[in-house]
């Protein structure tokens, strides 16, 4: 008894160690990232001063500013800094967690996130959780029936669907569900023209209007889910141990779901956590065919205005939630595989 | 985690106004998009963001399908000298929260404005007016340093009166985000506005002093698929593209309606380099393009082909139709070519003078439409090698501010309201000063007298030849001015049109407030 309290408590040991010193590495990687982060958008082309007043060659508006208002308004924004005060003022700013002003937007940057993150989180959290859940299920039920119909025509369906554009899909699914059957709103992430009497009508509203958006977002990831569980699933499914959990008696689901899923898991989930990065992407897309309100639009504006506020805040949450993601793969890791506990780090 | 987002969702713009679905009256809904907090100073610098501020706001001038005429002025006298403007006030107009507007309202704004600068106001204000005066409550008199010919369109009809009262306490303008700064004098008050969903919700001011407002409420809603929202019923407008416009053509519940958008497309020439500096070289692109088919061909038919004289004929007022032209001549552009010592064409086609030197040129295009291709295939026609460079529009924007090309395609508008834009095509108060502008002496002695020139007969002379000028030097060639489309349900509004030159300083639109007016915005 004292000898497994022992054995578990050197194991404690060691996973904290491991996790501290993962924890130093990415903590290095997120001050490189914070350089980076403040140096990538002043490198872009174009003036923000110019967005700001309208006075770029393709403004709108054509007269000059005079000298007496730049110059203050330069000052109001800040833009009168150097460099290295500029730099001085991110850090001393992010350091107690106020990523800026928007000088596009004209107010702070942790409301414009504040106001769109959520529903950004919403869409990508339903999209995932809707694809991880679906591409696992036909991906295992594609490995057990392997060679079958049923794994035949998963494979086939799948596979188009993964060559049709997500354009194309959302579009499709628009036309369908909205227009022709009238079932989902075409647009936006709640009816912003009336006002709702309780909170449940409200949060139906809000699902309602979800469903299309997270859907085209979900079949777009599907297909890479299935596919690698269904690989995965198939290497599991020929070790020995899962022909020994067949010979010991066990139940079809019980080896597929309790013996060999668990390990099949592995890549898939790793999958997932690198496929965020790549989902900012889709999620423009869907954003701007849904009319959706989320950082996606945010940054695509903040990039044509030469936000430097918001464009260093957005890669600084991208590179975030790429850190944060492999941290959290790597906690992932050590519960599902037994093996990373006796890495050293 | 998607309860504790839903939880959070629910409790963001709790507090936001919308419409019980049992509301009567009439609700207008329109596509639209985030152009910032409809204040004066908190709009982004952008029209539809100015737009929707006039929906709150008025100024002492507005305009209607004609021209100028009196708003919250009801008349004025400009003096002899150009130099002094007097406004006479109408009666019982009243802010939002009840209180009147006075001529000290008037003033306040402009001490205000001098104090805050604005990014568009101030560059029409600052140096130009040089103090405002009240005479009482209902008279108002500028003080110009200078006699200012665009004053009534790009001062008076622009700038809004802000309510002394309010703005008096506000010493953060442009992110002051209170209710109170969207208090104006308007046919409408905001109800809600949500930055991240791009929309807005207005309701008609029941007292304003233009009369009854036919909208009860007006929505702006962001839409990612405008002409299914249309055609389905959810919004009730929008404007289409050409592509959207043949669509709904054939659509009898569908109207459309057709205007200008003051909206540019236009080659630029590097007038600081060898080539592009030589005016046989730009006479030869001149006759070389083919703008009526370049219309046809790029726009499908939504645009009118360019002017050499860069004003548009859409601004019948200051158009001039006596200036050179350049009818599609290749032979002609094959010639100038060879005046030029281009007399070689190679194997492949492309010129070459006597030293040898290729007659190729970098030509910046920002990415849309087809246009930059045709243009490409003509000049290759004449033994012109075009390299295309494709830039997004920020970084194009930069290096055509700091002349760093050769040739280059421009989008933009600001081509509409008072023809003092003409004056940012030399090197005069153009941002930034540069190089590749146009200096033209005779030129730029017209853009500074023009400024000034308060008699429109005389007025019309100078721009008459400064048109001239630019379609004899052709430092920039127009290709085309794009036209605008409204397309909506009828049956709730009708009467939309375009405003003659663009709302205030050249906004073209079809949504000036007048559209809502039940008297069209005849004075009571």
């Known amino acids: 008894m004292s000898c497994s309290c022992e054995k578990g408590s050197v194991r404690l040991r060691r996973q904290l160690a491991y996790l501290a010193g993962r924890a130093g590495e990415y903590a290095i990687t997120l001050l490189v990232i914070l350089a980076i982060n403040f140096a990538l958008p002043r490198l872009l082309p174009g003036d923000s001063f110019a967005y700001i007043t309208g006075s770029t060659s393709s403004a709108d508006y054509a007269g000059a500013l005079d000298a007496h208002s730049q110059k203050v308004l330069r000052a109001y924004y800040g833009l009168d800094l150097s460099l290295q005060e500029q730099f001085v003022l991110y850090l001393s700013q992010l350091a107690v967690g106020d990523l800026g002003y928007s000088h596009f937007f004209k107010v702070s940057v942790n409301q414009l996130i504040a106001e769109r993150l959520p529903w950004s989180m919403l869409l990508v959290v339903t999209g995932v959780f809707v694809a991880l859940v679906v591409g696992v299920a036909l991906g295992v039920l594609s490995a057990w029936r392997r060679s079958g119909n049923m794994d035949r025509g998963l494979w086939a369906l799948l596979t188009a669907l993964r060559s049709v554009p997500s354009f194309f899909l959302g579009s499709l699914l628009l036309l369908i569900f909205s227009v022709h059957w009238n079932l989902f709103p075409l647009f936006g992430a709640r009816d912003m023209t009336l006002i709702y009497p309780t909170a449940l009508e409200r949060m139906e509203d809000i699902l309602h209007h979800l469903t299309l958006p997270a859907l085209t977002l979900a079949m777009g990831e599907v297909t890479g889910k299935y596919l690698l569980t269904r690989a995965a699933m198939l290497d599991t499914l020929r070790e020995e141990y899962i022909m020994f959990s067949r010979a010991r008696g066990f139940s079809d689901t019980a080896v597929m779901f309790r013996h060999a899923l668990p390990n099949a898991l592995i890549p898939v989930i790793t999958h997932t956590g690198m496929r965020l990065g790549v989902m900012m992407g889709g999620m423009i897309f869907v954003e701007s065919l849904f009319g959706y309100p989320g950082m996606g639009k945010l940054f695509v504006d903040a990039m044509s205005a030469r936000d430097l506020q918001v464009l260093q805040s957005g890669f600084l949450m991208t590179s975030v939630v790429m850190v944060v993601m492999n941290l959290a793969l790597d906690l992932v890791y050590v519960r599902l595989d037994p093996r990373v506990e006796v890495t050293k780090p | ?524």
């Not at chain 2, 003051?262 to 007038?271: H, K, P, S, T």
């Not at chain 2, 100078?462 to 030097?473: F, I, P």
């Open chain 2, 1 to 524: 985690m998607l309860a504790v987002l839903l939880l959070v969702l629910l409790l963001v713009g709790c507090g936001q106004s919308g419409a019980t679905k049992d509301k009567k009256g009439m609700t207008l809904t329109l596509a639209g998009d985030d152009y910032g907090y409809p204040s004066p100073y908190g709009f982004y610098p952008r029209g539809p963001g100015y737009l929707r501020m006039t929906l709150l706001f008025d100024t002492l001038a507005w305009k209607d399908e004609k021209g100028v005429i009196p708003w919250l002025a009801g008349q004025w006298q400009m003096s002899a000298d150009g130099r002094t403007w007097t406004f006479d006030l109408r009666d019982n107009i009243r802010w939002h929260d009840g209180k009147a507007l006075t001529a000290e309202d008037v003033v306040f704004t402009y001490e205000y404005l001098d104090q805050h600068p604005h990014p568009w106001f101030s560059r029409e204000v600052k140096g130009v007016v040089e103090r405002v005066e009240a005479r009482g409550e209902k008279q108002v008199v500028f003080y110009l340093s200078r006699a200012y010919a665009p004053f009534l369109n790009n001062i008076a009809a622009t700038v809004p009166v802000l309510p002394r009262h309010i703005w008096a306490d506000i010493v953060d303008p442009a992110s002051c985000t209170d209710t109170r700064a969207v208090m104006g004098s308007g046919p409408f008050r905001l109800t809600g506005y949500d930055k991240a969903a791009g929309s807005y919700n207005f309701e008609a001011n029941r007292d304003y002093f233009r009369g009854v407002n036919k909208v009860d409420r007006l929505f702006f809603v962001k839409v990612g698929q405008p002409l299914m929202a249309l055609q389905k019923g959810e919004i009730d407008g929008f404007n289409p593209d050409m592509d959207q416009v043949a669509l709904l053509k054939n659509n009898s519940n569908i109207r459309i309606c057709e205007g200008n958008s003051f909206w540019i497309y236009r080659l630029l020439f590097n007038m600081s380099q060898d080539v592009t500096g030589d005016i046989r070289f730009r006479q030869a692109m001149a006759h070389a393009l083919n703008l009526p088919e370049l219309v046809e061909r790029a726009m499908h038919g939504g645009a009118l082909p360019g002017s050499p004289g860069y004003i548009s004929p859409e601004l019948n007022e200051w158009y001039y139709t006596g200036i050179t032209r350049y009818p599609y001549d290749p032979e002609k552009s094959r010639k100038l070519l060879e005046a030029m010592g281009y007399d070689r064409v190679n194997s492949q086609g492309i010129r070459e003078n006597a030293a040898g030197q290729r007659l190729s040129l970098e030509m910046l295009t920002f990415q849309q439409g087809q246009d930059a291709e045709i243009i490409k295939q003509w000049l290759l026609m004449i033994g012109v090698e075009v390299r295309l460079r494709a830039l997004e529009k920020s970084a194009h924007d930069k290096l055509i501010d700091s002349s760093q090309y050769q040739l280059a395609i421009n989008g933009h508008g600001g081509i509409g309201g008072d023809p003092i834009f003409l004056n940012q095509l030399a090197a005069i108060n153009a941002i930034p000063a540069s190089a590749a502008l146009y200096h033209n002496p005779e030129y730029l002695q017209l853009a500074e007298q023009q400024a000034y020139q308060t008699n429109p007969v005389e007025r019309r002379q100078s721009l008459a030849r400064m048109q001239s000028l630019l379609a004899e030097d052709l430092p920039t060639l127009p290709l085309y001015y794009r036209k605008s489309y409204f397309a909506y349900r009828p049956g709730k509004i009708e009467g939309w049109f375009y405003t003659s030159g663009g709302i205030a300083m050249g906004i073209p639109t079809e949504m000036n407030k007048l559209v809502f007016l039940g008297d069209g915005g005849t004075p009571p």
